[in-house]
């Protein structure tokens, strides 16, 4: 990890692609920022695919917090549980509008709940349809 990056670059090989592998290299690397305590992002410019990859990871892991929390973080308190950096959250929240600027800063706005779980629901449902099995990271096996 370099100062302010976890990850420099990964290839996913077209035949691996939409398998997991992607969000599997992403999971590994902010878990390595959360152990290392560091606040970090990816290298940039992403490719296409590489922005694709991350802002679904980020959306799945903001998502995830916001509804753990019921939304009552800040976007500070985001970035400090999830060590994803202010501007990607920011980023990734205002795709989705979930995120207004006012005074000088950005501020969540009221999250709706429905909104978290009709994303868990699309995207377990689409899981479900789906005949590829994907990898996916799992930190409890991993030994400190």
Same mark, same amino acid.
């Given at each position: ?44 410019? /992403?490719?296409?695919? @590489? ?14 917090? /916001? ?36 005074? @000088? ?40």
């Amino acid at each position: 990890m370099t100062e302010d990056n976890n990850l420099s670059c990964f290839m996913v090989l077209p035949p691996y692609q939409c398998k997991g592998y992607g969000k599997l290299f992403i999971s590994l690397s902010y878990y390595l920022s959360k152990k290392a305590d560091r606040i970090c992002g990816p290298e940039k410019p /992403l490719s296409d695919m @590489g922005k694709i990859c991350y802002k679904s990871y980020w959306t799945d892991i903001l998502l995830h917090e /916001l509804r753990r929390n019921k939304g009552n973080l800040s976007i500070k308190e985001l970035s400090d549980l999830t060590m994803i950096r202010e501007a990607d959250i920011i980023m990734t929240l205002q795709e989705m509008n979930l995120v207004k600027y006012c005074r @000088g800063q950005y501020m969540l706005s009221t999250v709706n709940p429905k909104l978290i779980d009709q994303h868990f629901k699309e995207k377990e449902e689409k899981q479900k349809n789906s005949k590829k099995r994907g990898v996916k990271f799992n930190p409890d096996i991993v030994k400190a």
